[in-house]
């Protein structure tokens, strides 16, 4: 495991290195439910993609803390997309989070979280999409809208 922290952000990262790991989980962080804010956890379907993870949690939290309406959003609907944008000599990239409320009783929070107390938690859950899954993402939150359903995140829908 490792862990990064860093003196900007009230929060550290654990980064799981699965060829490390005998029991690999996903990148989380612990110290946002200090600072108010659901903590995050960062899903990957790659083995291990290192310290952009904590890159992607830590643009994600600046957002979330300059944008208290997207966050407050984010908590009433339960699911949302976060457009990142980078660029440095060699290029120039855009990618999408698809971001949503999860339960403490997901496999995944359990692995993450094994043996800390987070029963009657919520969590954010972020993962990169490509345009095509965003816009089949987005159909099925136009759905349940019409119907009266939060997000994917919530225990009830």
């Known amino acids: ?42 899903y990957r379907e790659e083995e291990f993609m290192g310290l952009v993870e904590g890159s992607y949690i830590n643009k994600l939290y600046d957002y979330y803390s300059a944008n ?26 855009n990618l999408t989070m698809d971001v949503m409320i999860i339960p403490e009783n997901n496999e995944m929070i359990k692995d993450a979280y094994d043996g800390m107390d987070v029963k009657n938690k919520e969590f954010i859950l972020l993962r990169l999409v490509t345009e095509k899954e965003k816009s089949i993402l987005m159909m099925d939150m136009n759905i349940n809208s019409i119907n009266g359903a939060k997000g994917k995140g919530d225990k009830n829908a």
């Open 1 to 42: 495991m490792k862990s990064t922290s860093q003196s900007k952000y009230p929060f550290v990262i654990h980064i799981c290195v699965p060829t490390i790991n005998e029991y690999p989980y996903l990148t989380h962080t612990h110290g946002l439910e200090d600072v108010g804010m659901l903590e995050m956890v960062y």
């Open 68 to 93: 208290e309406d997207a966050y407050e959003q984010l908590l009433l609907e339960g699911e949302g997309f976060y457009d990142i944008h980078t660029e440095n000599d060699l290029h120039e990239t």
